[in-house]
């Protein structure tokens, strides 16, 4: 049986309020709804999924940093921090593996603020406005990024 790969799933701001947080929006799965969809889907991908969240952008940043030293591919949702966190922007650019953006919602289709991503640029790619399925795309892009075996 071959390795599997481990994948980060970082989670930023107010995400683990998900199912009862504007559910008009963001639907009706909790995050621990998407963690199960995630390591379903990575189970078939080859990818171990840990997938985490947490409201402090310290922590978020901690955890990018972990991903550099191990050299861990990352699927991310900055949540807020996309917006304006410069620090984790900087953060992400020394990343040694992919780096995928993702959201639940288009952004671009919303307020203002929210069109800029200070994130994106340093991501191999965005992913955004399929719900749940933003997430399990976004894993489809890792595996196809590192290829079989690359564990
Ligand atoms: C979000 C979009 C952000 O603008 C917002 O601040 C979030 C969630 C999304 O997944 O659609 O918290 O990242």
Known sequence: MS???AVLVLNGPNLGMLG???PEIYGSATLS???AQCTALG???GLQIDLRQTDDEAELIGWVHEAFERRLPVVINPAAFTHY???LRDALAMRRAPVVEVHLSNPAARESFRHTSVVSAVADGTICGFGVRSYELALRAIAAMIGPGAG
């Open 33 to 35: 709804d998407i963690a």
């Open 3 to 5: 390795r599997l790969t």
């Open 43 to 45: 189970a078939e991908l």
């Open 20 to 22: 009862a947080r504007e």
């Open 85 to 87: 966190s410069y620090a």
